[in-house]
Every structure is written in C-alpha cells, then in structure tokens.
C-alpha cells in the first residue's frame, strides 16, 4: 500500500458525460501528479500541483482540469468524455516540489488508480 | 530529447531464476534518475528502485538490483530468485534535474510483461 488513495477504482459513463476523479496524497506530501494510463499511448503525464499551485502542465486536454484543494486532497474533472477517454488514471504523490536538481530524487508514489469506461 | 526504450515487449522466467529486464534512456542532462515500477494485473503502479546519474554504486533493494551503465544509458532491472509474484508488467522511468519542459514529470518507457513459469 503506497499511502495514496484514489476514488472511485471504476467509473462506467457515456459520451458528452463529466466525472470528478479523487485523490488523497500520503501523508507529508506536497505534490500531487496525474497520469493517463492508454493503450495506444502509454504512461502519459498530465498536470502537477504542489501545495495548492498548479506546477506543471503536460498533454492534458482542455476538457480536462484539476486542483488540489487546501487539505492537499487533489481532484480530476474530465469533461464532454469521448470514447477515446477511456483509460486508467493514475494520482501519484511527493514530498517535493519537482523543481530544481532534488526532483531527481523525489520519488512518486502511485495511487491504485480509476479505471474509467466512456460508452 | 529525454525518452525510455524497453525493447522487450514480454519475458519468461523460471521461478527461483534470475531475469533482467532491459531499460535504455536518452538525456542531454548530466543529473537525472531512473525508477523503475511494477504493474501486476490488478493494476496498481508499485515503486521498486531508484538509481541516480551521479550515484556510484548500482541500487539495490532486496530482490532488485539494478545493473546501471551510465556510458551506455542503460539501467536494466535484475530480478534474483523470481516468484510467481513477480508476474506482472515492469516499467522504467527517468526524471531529469533540468529537464527542457521544466517539470518533474517522469518519462516512462512501454514496459516489459513478466511471467513467472512454476
């Protein structure tokens, strides 16, 4: 068990739908990341927060948006879902900021994920 | 620009066996590490092992050793003694210190699928 928990572990939804994905970091971090997990793609990074400030973006799509909210809980919103949405997302978390020479050594620790289904 | 090949798409092993999975990396930055994570099919990602570009030693972490060879930008996984546990898919992954996107994502390579024969 990693310490970072993710809900819900499936979501089932159609097209046009929206969903919130939820994580909680392990205890004392900061940073919070998530990931798309796709077939054709792979592990895909999509946008960082840390202590409450969006620190980085990736390939994350505009229907997409996060935040981490004060008590450093972070939420995943996908909006107007397409079939090609359907993927495992990833939550991870670390002590650090991910800036600078340390984020070399700050290790991210993965949530179980949210297997999300668009229909 | 920064990038992980693992050119093995799926391995066998013997149980109690050792097995190494390949990992490669391309970086222009001299700081950088290298992790390394476990999908079993549940689906969960489970860190392993970390190496750093400026480490002298090659990590180890029980049963995972990792054979860094910084000329050849490989960090190939040994795994000793491998359990019917052990079956699951392996990724490598690389965060750079100064990386040109300025984040703290990690790259990850397509993974290798392990299966443990009893």
């Known amino acids: 068990d990693s310490g970072v928990t993710q809900t819900p572990k499936h979501l089932i939804t159609a097209t046009g739908q929206r969903v919130t994905l939820r994580c909680s970091p392990r205890?004392?971090?900061?940073?919070v990341y998530w990931y798309q997990q796709s077939l054709d793609q792979g592990l895909q990074f999509l946008i960082q927060?840390?202590?409450?400030?969006?620190?980085a973006k990736g390939n994350i799509l505009e229907r997409f948006s996060a935040q981490q909210f004060p008590d450093l809980h972070s939420e995943l919103n996908l909006s107007s879902l397409e079939l090609g949405d359907s993927a495992l997302y990833f939550c991870?978390?670390?002590?650090?900021?991910?800036?600078?020479?340390?984020?070399?050594?700050?290790?991210?620790?993965f949530g179980p994920g949210t297997r999300l289904t668009v229909l | 620009a920064q990038k992980i090949t693992q050119t093995q798409p799926g391995m066998f092993v013997q149980e109690k066996e050792a097995v190494t999975l390949d990992c490669t990396y391309d970086t222009s930055d001299p700081s950088y590490g290298l992790f390394w994570y476990k999908q079993p099919s549940s689906g969960e990602m489970i860190f392993l092992i970390y190496q750093g570009s400026y480490d002298q030693q090659n990590a180890t972490e029980g049963r995972y050793s990792l054979n860094f060879q910084k000329a050849r930008k490989s960090a190939n996984l040994v795994i000793s003694a491998s359990q019917l546990g052990d079956s699951a898919m392996y990724f490598c992954a690389m965060r750079e210190a100064h990386g040109s996107s300025n984040t703290g994502k990690l790259i990850f390579g397509q993974g290798t699928t392990l299966q443990v024969k009893p």
């Open positions: 927060y840390y202590n409450g400030e969006e620190r």
């Open positions: 991870a978390s670390s002590v650090g900021s991910g800036a600078g020479a340390a984020r070399v050594t700050d290790t991210q620790y």
């Open positions: 205890s004392g971090d900061l940073s």
